[in-house]
């Protein structure tokens, strides 16, 4: 992997996008751990409740998906997917804020969610397309590799920071971080 690594520090962008890649799910892992919770802790809450918000984010990308990949193909995949990011980031801050000063609702997190899971049906197959963009044909696979490796470990350590930043601070500012994650990651990607 090490030498895998090293053949592609040559292609400009490759580092950026592996960083945005890994600073993006570190806030993929958190925003689950942070909503579960900051759901069942809104009065009333339930089960159903957090299934609603979840399911929020699901259904506009599968139903937008196709829609998403038309986009994908027509403009600069790196903008799609960098906006995405940047814009998806104010949702999660709504949706953090509302949680860190007690007005936050089951309609507002899945309202919050439904408008992420647009952005994801273009974020999606945009995001497919820009790794070929940086790198040669021959290099996909390592390119791929790496991406894949540094995506899973940052999902994984976002799961544990998710926990660790409820148990400290509240689902709020979990959800904040999160928030600022994908901010950063959005403009890395903005700028390949």
Avoid: C
Wanted: proline share 4%.
């Amino acid at each position: 992997m090490l030498d895998q690594m090293r053949e592609l520090q040559g292609f400009p962008g490759f580092y950026s996008l592996a960083a945005s890649r890994f600073i993006s799910n570190v806030g993929n892992g958190i925003s689950p751990v942070a909503l579960a919770f900051g759901v069942l802790a809104l009065p009333g809450a339930n089960a159903k409740d957090l299934s609603i918000v979840m399911a929020a984010r699901m259904f506009p990308m599968i139903a937008l998906m196709l829609f998403g990949g038309v986009i994908g193909d027509r403009f600069k995949r790196n903008r799609i997917v960098g906006g995405a990011d940047i814009i998806g980031s104010s949702f999660a801050t709504v949706s953090a804020v509302s949680l860190i000063v007690n007005h936050s609702s089951v309609f507002l997190l899945a309202l919050m969610g439904a408008l992420f899971g647009i952005l994801n049906a273009l974020w999606w197959p945009a995001m497919s397309g820009v790794l070929p963009e940086v790198l040669p044909k021959e290099k996909l696979q390592h390119g791929n590799a790496v991406i894949a490796l540094t995506t899973n470990i940052g999902y994984v350590a976002g799961a544990l920071l998710g926990g660790i930043l409820v148990t400290a601070f509240g689902s709020g500012w979990a959800l904040l971080v999160d928030a600022i994650s994908f901010f950063i990651a959005g403009i890395i990607v903005w700028n390949l």
